[in-house]
């Protein structure tokens, strides 16, 4: 009997709208997330514990845990002080970090997450990975995928228009992440996934092509969506394959080589990717997708986050061995110091000032 169909882990519930928040009780019991209403909330001391105070009332048998940093210490202290308790269900109510511990707490005590993010900070909120700080740097762990997603756009105006810009650039890397992960089927044979590549290329090209900006609940909306379409296309290829190719090993550099000086997540992530495009020789779609991130305020330069065009060229040198396995246009080029700094001040005369 041949396999006609496939399951795709995803969540039950994905609420993205104004006002979501206020519903979330309703929204969990319907969908027998949590009918006795038994929650084990993971905030933290800013965005979640000011939440708490407007929502508590309409969660009054859930229990609070602030949770201090996005540590693997921090995780593993979640998990055990939910394990003590008896609950439906685990919700992270914050930003990343917040939601990537609760994200390994729930794995951690067999419970299903719900993420309830205050911002569009990163891809983060919808995947299979927890990316937690240890004691080497940073890990990332794998967990199932949140059962459900809430985003309340009126919390995500609320919040720093930064993160707002990070989600972007993060989002619109996809085309770059599947333009590297086709390279290495054609030159590797290495197999992809033809659903999760459409899922975060759509994802990428939704937010690339929107006409709306930062202020636009319609772009706002867009952006979510993508987001957590990202993660779930991660979760049907089982890696972070459909959104993470050279923009994100250079983003991994700068953390790496400058961990503190790094930008925000996303906007390394878009200037990465708008690099690898034009290295693939895709001028024009480099040239446009800097247009894009300019426009929503996104760094396409290096020295707009603070780096010096050599620093940036050691950078991209090093990228490749953030991912060891990992095959990208950098890999390759396989392009030595000098022939790096050619191609950046080509790029630098193509997508102009």
Not at 125 to 142: E, K, M, W
Not at 182 to 207: F, P, S, T, W, Y
Not at 299 to 325: H, N, S, Y
Not at 329 to 344: A, C, F, P, R, V
Request: aromatic letters at 6%; glycine letters at 12%; hydrophobic letters at 45%.
């Amino acid at each position: 009997m041949p396999v006609l169909t496939r399951l795709i882990p995803s969540p039950v519930v994905v609420d993205i709208r104004p006002g979501a928040l206020d519903d979330l009780a309703c929204v969990l019991a319907d969908e027998r997330i949590s009918q006795s209403g038994k929650l084990a909330i993971a905030v933290s001391g800013g965005s979640g514990a000011r939440l708490r105070e407007r929502i508590a009332p309409t969660l009054p048998g859930a229990t609070w845990y602030e949770v201090g940093g996005g540590t693997i210490d921090d995780a593993v202290r979640l998990a055990s002080d939910i394990k003590a308790g008896h609950f439906d269900a685990v919700v992270g109510l914050g930003g990343g970090k917040i939601i990537d511990c609760a994200k390994f707490a729930a794995a951690r005590v067999g419970l299903p997450l719900v993420a309830v993010a205050t911002n569009l900070a990163h891809d983060g909120l919808c995947s299979p990975v927890a990316t937690l700080d240890n004691d080497a740097g940073r890990g990332s762990y794998g967990v199932p995928n949140p059962i459900a997603v809430v985003i309340d756009l009126n919390v995500i105006r609320e919040a720093p228009v930064r993160f707002v810009r990070s989600g972007i650039g993060d989002a619109i890397s996809n085309i770059s992440a599947v333009a590297d992960w086709e390279l290495a089927n054609r030159v590797n044979g290495e197999k992809i996934d033809g659903l999760a590549a459409a899922m975060a290329r759509q994802a990428g090209e939704a937010v690339l092509r929107h006409p709306g900006g930062v202020g636009d609940d319609g772009f706002l909306q867009v952006l979510a969506e993508a987001l957590v379409l990202t993660g779930i296309a991660m979760s049907v290829s089982g890696d972070s394959r459909p959104s993470s190719g050279a923009c994100h090993e250079i983003n991994h550099a700068f953390d790496l080589l400058y961990p503190k000086r790094a930008a925000a997540h996303g906007e390394q992530c878009g200037l990465g990717a708008a690099f690898a495009m034009y290295l693939r020789g895709a001028h024009e779609e480099a040239a446009s997708m800097a247009e894009v991130l300019r426009r929503h305020g996104l760094p396409v330069l290096p020295d707009e986050i603070g780096f010096t065009p050599d620093e940036f060229v050691k950078a991209v040198e090093f990228a490749p061995e953030t991912r060891p396995g990992r095959y990208t246009i950098l890999e390759h080029l396989d392009l030595n110091t000098e022939q790096i700094k050619d191609t950046y001040t080509d790029y630098v005369k193509a997508i102009g000032s």
